[in-house]
């Protein structure tokens, strides 16, 4: 090149420079790049079987922490505007408590037009007796007369007239009553419906509700107006896969973790298994997980020890369950 020395060939000397300078920046980037090989213990321990699981035949499965009762989700038989909300989540209720109420005016002001109603059927009935008996008294004084001509006939047959009507709106008046007493029920029957009351004793688990929120009792709430069960005790729903279901050691009791937490592990005891298998809900994020599969649904109540404060309605769990030995006849 026309820039460089006479001496200097940049083919034989300048070219191979630039290439062992652009060799040695090359092995530098590959090696600062290569990821971090170093052994490190996992933030979390993965779940693992322990004690006379640890080296005993099991099944593994995952599931779910749930209220005993199940959760009751709490609607309202009719459409209205909610006035009070009585409860918040962790409050404990007994069996019948009211939990919320819905506007009711106007179910009241049916109820108080009923019990007018009933009111003036009560004194129709007390004018038509009187009226009747009146009469039935005219009529008897006519019917003993020893002389028959001493009255007329179109005084006995008016007399007779007049028991006959005053017999007839009594009747009605009866009728009247019945019916403003069943108008009445009716109007009681609504109010009380607008009270909504707990299902059975339990806990609160969620309000979804306010005061001044309108409930409708079909397509208008996509969620629960209030979540509840019975929480003491806690029961976990462990799913088991089909092709495990037939290893699973019924009437054992089950190692379980809350998920995240494999240093904490209680013994739950064998409450049933569900009658159905179920298309699988739950994920567990392996990456071996199928999702086409079907599971067994096991149940499990956990004991009411202190290490039972550490599992929530809703949160999930890992299960170790004792597994029938192969060629075991059960």
């Known amino acids: 090149m026309a820039l460089l020395p006479s001496n200097i060939s940049f083919s034989r000397q300048i070219l191979p420079v630039i290439a062992i300078i652009g060799l040695i920046g090359a092995v530098f980037y590959v090696v600062g790049g290569l990821p971090n090989r170093d052994t490190a213990e996992p933030e979390q321990q993965p779940p693992k079987a322990t004690g006379a699981l640890a080296n005993a035949e099991r099944v593994a499965g995952a599931g779910i922490v749930e ?71 005219q009529l008897a004084l006519y019917e003993g ?19 006959s009507a005053a017999a007839s709106r009594l009747n ?72 495990e279901a037939v290893r699973v050691d019924m009437g054992a009791s089950a190692i379980v973790s809350p998920r995240g937490a494999a240093q904490i592990q209680v013994e739950a005891t064998f409450v049933r298994a569900e009658p159905q298998v179920v298309p699988k809900r739950s994920l567990t994020n392996s990456a071996a997980e199928r999702v086409d599969v079907r599971v067994l649904q096991l149940i499990y ?21 004792p597994a029938v030995e192969a060629g075991d006849g059960e």
């Open 145 to 163: 007369l020893s002389d028959p001509a001493a009255v007329s006939r179109a005084e006995v047959i008016r007399a007779e007239g007049e028991a």
């Open 172 to 243: 009605v008046a009866r009728a009247r009553l019945n019916a403003a007493q069943a108008q009445a029920a009716s109007a009681r029957t609504e109010i009380e419906r607008l009270t909504i009351r707990a299902p059975i004793a339990g806990e609160i688990l969620a309000v979804n509700i306010r005061p001044g929120e309108f409930v409708a009792t079909q397509g208008g709430n996509s969620q629960p107006f209030i979540q509840m069960g019975e929480t003491n005790p806690l029961h976990v729903r462990v799913d088991i896969d089909e092709n």
């Open 301 to 321: 109540a956990l004991p009411q020890t202190g290490e039972v404060a550490a599992f929530r309605v809703g949160q999930q769990i890992d299960a170790f369950i």
């Open 67 to 137: 209220p005993a009762s199940e959760v009751i989700d709490i609607g309202s038989a009719l459409s209205g505007l909610v006035t009070d909300v009585r409860v918040i989540p962790g409050d404990r209720v007994e069996q019948g408590q009211p939990l919320f109420l819905v506007d009711d005016r106007a179910a009241r002001s049916r109820l108080a037009e009923a019990n007018a109603a009933i009111r003036e059927a009560r004194a129709a009935i007390g004018e038509a007796q009187t009226a009747q008996s009146t009469a039935r008294q």
